[in-house]
């Protein structure tokens, strides 16, 4: 066979996923021409995508041998992105633009890159360039769509889909993306509908699970919400030997913290139940909570997340609710207490905390978060003593713009963070961790939240059962914050009479 026809047949086995086949068959090129640029790069996708250790250096030869085939750098910025490095990653897409600026899949390559650094606003400027010279191309409009969603313009992304989906009706990508951007806009029965298209994925699943339990439908939502195993990070030992509720009589049950420090508060709550089943139990989670949930009361052994342990089943935090049967809001219990030492203290002015900023790694903390300055009417109130609870990489330059003393400065676990919370007459804070751990204490809450919040706090009311103690105060347009502040201040005023300061 001529060689051109060799290669023709190896990039043929290659897109049907017969990658053995084409491999040898680019090997058996290179033997003959190791210069051959496409059969380097292209080897070299197949290899680092197995993770050997000669992939990178594969496509390297390609792009030395071809520095202006854009196609090399971007399939190698994808692979260095799916590989974590990301620094890497954005530069070798950054030259792939520089090299072919109208490049639509150099432009989502890089815009991808950006995207997993929770930078948006860059992401989407990429995407538009890249629909200028494509508005057609459903992989654009299927990555704007999402980016566009993690902004919280769910109105914009909602328009962009329903464009894509006249063309392509059947591309889940777009299904799921609508389903997003309908659930931000609280339009849940179409989130839905268009979640329910899409069910053949596990994206789709998890999204229909996340809408209905915005709704309460607990019965339905919890197995459709086991569907984030099947794209999140787990063990694959852990997930053969899942624990589905069976009795585990007899045998060690691993429960793993999953997702948030918040997820992992409020999940705790049943281990109270899981201790009176006859098997050992243990609990795994991160080292800034392990002092904390080992004072949470049914708890058996507690166990830092590093650490590698022998069990028999095993069951991540957040299907705990599905497991033990948690089928209606009427049956969530309430949360677990803990056991801190905490000393009463006098004084003379009521003690409030905020919290403006939640985990910068969360996708869509940008939307949750409120702006410092937002916060700066609540402060006008003299007569009560305001404390910063934001703990983050920008804590001391924003408490110190609203001349907060910061009250986590020197805390290092949410143990300590606990303590400090129970000494508060109110904390005020926008959905973050130290909210779930404030509504555990049943210490009087405020929850400030933006239009599309976590299915915890529900879709709509001014409570929640998971924390009946916690008062939710409502975005009703996303990213407008001021009406909330306002409703804050009433709420504070009503608590904190000036006459009575």
Not at 116 to 131: D, I, P
Not at 401 to 418: G, K, Y
Not at 461 to 466: E, I, R, S, Y
């Amino acid at each position: 066979m001529p060689r051109d026809d060799v290669f023709e047949r190896a990039v043929a086995l290659h897109r049907q996923g017969d990658l053995d086949h084409a491999e040898r068959l680019y090997a058996g090129i290179l033997r003959d021409q190791p210069g051959h640029a496409d059969a380097l790069h292209l080897l070299g996708v197949i290899r680092m995508s197995a993770g050997a250790d000669d992939g990178r250096r594969l496509i390297d030869r390609a792009i030395a041998i071809a520095p202006e085939a854009t196609l090399y750098r971007t399939n190698l910025a994808e692979l260095l992105l799916r590989d974590g490095d990301t620094a890497q990653a954005e530069a070798e897409a950054r030259i792939a633009v520089e090299t072919a600026p109208n490049d639509g899949k150099a432009l989502r390559v890089l815009a991808s890159v950006l995207r997993e650094q929770r930078r948006y606003e860059e992401a989407c400027s990429l995407l538009q360039r890249a629909l200028k010279t494509d508005p057609s191309n459903i992989a654009t409009l299927v990555d704007i769509g999402a980016t566009l969603n993690y902004l919280g313009l769910n109105e914009l992304s909602e328009r962009y889909t329903r464009m894509a989906l006249r063309g392509a009706p059947e591309t889940c990508g777009l299904w799921n993306n609508l389903g997003l951007a309908l659930k931000g806009q609280r339009r849940l029965d179409e989130a839905a509908q268009a979640f329910r298209r899409t069910m053949q994925t596990p994206l789709g699943r998890y999204g229909l699970a996340q809408t209905l339990l915005l709704t309460g439908s607990y019965r339905e939502a919890w197995p459709l919400f086991d569907a984030r195993l099947d794209f999140m990070v787990y063990p694959e030992a852990a997930q053969q030997r899942l624990w589905k509720g069976e009795d585990p009589k007899g045998r060690t049950l691993l429960v793993d913290a999953e997702q948030g420090m918040g997820d992992t508060i409020m999940m705790s709550r049943f281990l109270a139940q899981l201790a009176r089943l006859d098997t050992r139990i243990l609990v795994r989670v991160p080292p800034q909570l392990t002092d904390l949930v080992a004072r949470t009361d049914g708890c058996h052994e507690v166990i830092d997340s590093n650490v590698p342990v022998d069990f028999d089943l095993w069951v991540p935090m957040m299907s705990l609710p599905g497991r033990m049967g948690v089928d209606s809001l009427s049956l969530v219990p309430p949360p677990a207490p803990l056991a801190l030492e905490t000393r009463p203290e006098r004084r003379e002015r009521p003690r409030i905390g905020l919290n403006w900023r939640g985990n910068p790694t969360f996708r869509y903390n940008n939307c949750r978060s409120a702006p410092v300055e937002a916060l700066r009417p609540l402060l006008d109130r003299h007569d009560i003593e305001w404390l910063s609870f934001f703990k983050g990489e920008s804590d001391l330059e924003e408490a110190a713009s609203l001349d907060l003393p910061r009250a986590l400065a020197d805390v290092s676990d949410f143990r300590e963070t606990a303590e400090r919370l129970s000494g508060l007459d109110l904390f005020i804070t926008v959905d973050t961790a130290v909210a779930n751990l404030a509504g555990s204490l049943g210490v009087p809450t405020i929850v400030l939240l933006n239009r599309d919040c976590d299915w915890r706090w529900l879709a709509k009311g001014d409570h929640t059962p998971w924390y009946p103690g916690a008062a939710l105060i409502r975005q009703d347009a996303e990213g407008d914050w001021a009406p909330v502040i306002e409703r804050t201040i009433a709420m504070v005023a009503d608590r904190f009479p000036t006459s009575a300061c």
